[in-house]
């Protein structure tokens, strides 16, 4: 094997711009940290110009990176865009400006109303604008999946020669047939000079289920980087899965001549963590990474497995990393045993948040005989929600059953810390304990999803419960809350989601 593929992670970018799943910049640096552990090429760590949260979080997300890879910032082919993204990545090691435009008919025509000649002068302009101010840039022909051949040569030839280092194809829309985009990729190599020089990229969406298809159809056809994201999170129907675009390129690194650098045993655990963090739950049955993927449920196969897991395993759960937790905290785990299970899962804390990590762990610890790293993510997570919090639970007592009248009480403290206790009726517990709130917090919302997981193993597990609110103009919040008690996280959960509807209120009056 010979060529390195680059893997491009934009999940906190691409992925992001899933419906309801925007991270604050805490949770995007939770998320980086992860990025570095799978030892990814460059993280698209935002899209600077469109909001000062995304600014803030390349920023810091350069901060945290070092030289461990490029940090690549997403504009418009508009040199307000680009300063703003050369702004947001001043200090960093090793930064990239992602510039571009639409180069198929229907973007030309329909969205930007500009002719071919203009577009090649505006790609040519935004590239050139962008290397005064960075090294390295990488230009985007968006909707390259159904441009012109001639035409999208014709673009990549005059990027190239205004300076541009990676050069991206997208599949914008999902639209192509594996065969034709890999024969686009092959026409590009045959007829651009230059581009053994540059960095050729593929960006696949998965409109027809074919994301990764796509992708490795443009590796092998000459394509040297991947754009992907964890559990294939992106517009619509998502972008290419990094988990299967790595795995799909180890098992077949002959026939591609092909490899990455990315380690496949953080895998399961990215995974984990995006799902956690966006509540973008994983279908039970998608590949890698899915609850599934290494069950094997008939008898026949199970008797296969028995003889050799090979007769229907491809890959063995341990090579991305989905063997579970290997060392169980308890009640009787100390402080230190606490700090280096954490390091090992890659968080770092000062003592003052490491205290109050542990006295949450021991609470947990006492009501549960085990402690998973599964729990301690969960926590971690938990514990990241409170610090910016709004609102905060502080007691809820809950009365429910047949006859009964479902009854809830409850304590929230305001960020001023004033307490503020309601009781209230409704048609369940989870019913009267959201109204409770509602009364307490009074913003107009609706509940649009709520959904419920057990985040490890066992009847003592801790639910996850990930609601989506719709707030006032139609946005849509998630909030997350963990709990033994599914009553509790489901509050904490609803709360989580007005908290950040009140916080974003507040950053767009700025
Ligand atoms: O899908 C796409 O074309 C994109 C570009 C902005 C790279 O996300
Ligand atoms: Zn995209």
């Known amino acids: 094997m010979t060529r390195k593929i680059a893997i491009l992670d934009t999940t906190l970018r691409d992925g992001e711009q899933s419906p309801g799943c925007s991270m604050d910049t805490e949770e995007k640096l939770v998320i980086a940290r992860q990025l570095l552990r799978l030892q990814v090429d460059a993280i698209e760590a935002g899209f600077p110009v469109s909001s000062p949260g995304d600014f803030e979080s390349v920023q810091r997300i350069a901060e945290l990176v070092g030289d461990r890879a490029s940090v690549v910032a997403l504009t418009r082919a508009v040199d307000k865009d680009i300063d703003s993204a050369a702004a947001a990545l001043k200090g960093c090691i090793r930064p990239r400006i992602h510039t571009g435009l639409g180069v198929s008919p229907s973007h030309l025509r329909d969205k ?42 014709r673009v990549v030839q005059a990027v190239i020669e205004a300076g541009a280092t990676v050069v991206n194809i997208p599949d914008t829309t999902g639209y192509s047939m594996p065969d034709e985009f890999g024969r686009r990729i092959r026409f590009l190599e045959e007829h651009v000079d230059g581009i053994d020089g540059i960095t050729l990229s593929v960006h696949c969406h998965n409109d027809l289920g074919m994301a990764t298809a796509l992708s490795l159809a443009g590796v092998a056809n000459g394509a040297t980087q991947v754009e992907c994201t964890i559990n294939g999170l992106g517009e619509r129907a ?58 094997h449920s008939s008898g026949i196969h199970q008797d296969g497995v028995l003889k050799n897991r090979e007769t229907y395993e491809i890959i063995s759960p341990e090579t991305v990393g989905a063997w579970g937790s290997r060392i169980i905290l308890t009640a009787r785990s100390g402080h230190a045993a606490l700090k280096s299970r954490l390091d090992d899962l890659g968080y770092s804390f000062d003592e003052g948040t490491l205290d109050i990590l542990y006295q949450r762990f021991l609470e947990l610890a006492d009501r549960k005989k085990e402690v998973y790293d599964e729990d301690l993510e969960s926590l971690v997570n938990e514990a990241a929600r409170d610090v910016d919090a709004i609102y905060t639970l502080e007691s809820l007592q809950v009365s429910c059953g047949f006859p009964l009248i479902p009854t809830a009480t409850l304590t929230l403290r305001d960020e001023a810390g004033e307490p503020h206790t309601v009781c209230e009726v409704g048609t369940g517990p989870i019913d009267a304990a959201y109204k409770t709130v509602d009364k307490i917090v009074s913003i107009r919302s609706d509940l649009a999803g709520f959904s419920v997981k057990s985040v490890s193993r066992g009847i003592d597990a801790l639910g996850e419960v990930t609601v989506r609110v719709k707030g006032p103009e139609g946005r849509i919040f998630i909030g997350r809350g963990s709990d033994g008690d599914i009553i509790v996280s489901s509050t904490k959960a609803y709360l989580n989601a007005l908290n950040r509807m009140i916080s974003a209120g507040r950053l767009a009056a700025r």
Request: aromatic share 8%.
């Open 112 to 153: 930007l109303h500009i002719t071919p000649d203009e577009c090649v002068e505006r790609a040519v302009h935004c590239v050139k604008y962008a290397r005064n101010l960075c090294d390295d840039v990488q230009f985007y022909a968006e909707d390259a999946g159904r441009s012109d051949y001639e035409f999208l040569a």
């Open 238 to 295: 998502g972008n290419t899965a990094m988990e299967e675009v790595v795995m799909a390129i180890r098992l077949h690194d002959a026939e591609l001549d092909a490899f990455t650098q990315v380690d496949p045993r953080e895998i399961t655990r990215a995974s984990r963590l995006v799902s956690s963090i966006t509540g973008m739950n994983v279908q039970a049955n998608k590949a890698i990474v899915g609850a599934n993927a290494f069950a």
